[in-house]
């Protein structure tokens, strides 16, 4: 099957996964602040990281895997233009502190996140 068929299955269920993170995410924790975003990114940069190790460990010849994992799911699930929207909206709202503390917390959590997954895949297979 085109590689266009696995990335459009896996980014209907990784839309589907972030539209249920961020309305449990304000239901409990609250709309103040963007956590269904803030936890989608640093959820999906963990799978990122595991996925990725993964994949180069034992399945490196199976791009459809790749494609739906990692740009479908993944890139449905975890999308910066959320984020920057976000971001806007707290600027628009002046929240200007709250803004640069996410925009921060955001980049380095999720990349010390893709590390941890690799770590975590190559420590535990």
Partial sequence: MSGVFWVALGG???SAARHGVNV????FLGEGFPWGTFIVNIAGSFLMGLIMAFLAKKMADHENARLFLTVGVLGGFTTF???SLD???LVQRGENS???VYVLA???VS???VFAGFWVLRVLA
């Fill in 106 to 108: 955001s980049v380095v």
């Fill in 111 to 113: 990349i010390a996140a």
């Fill in 12 to 14: 209907a269920i990784g």
């Fill in 98 to 100: 709250t803004a640069a």
């Fill in 81 to 83: 233009s959320a984020f």
């Fill in 87 to 89: 971001v806007f909206n």
């Fill in 24 to 27: 449990g995410s304000a239901r």
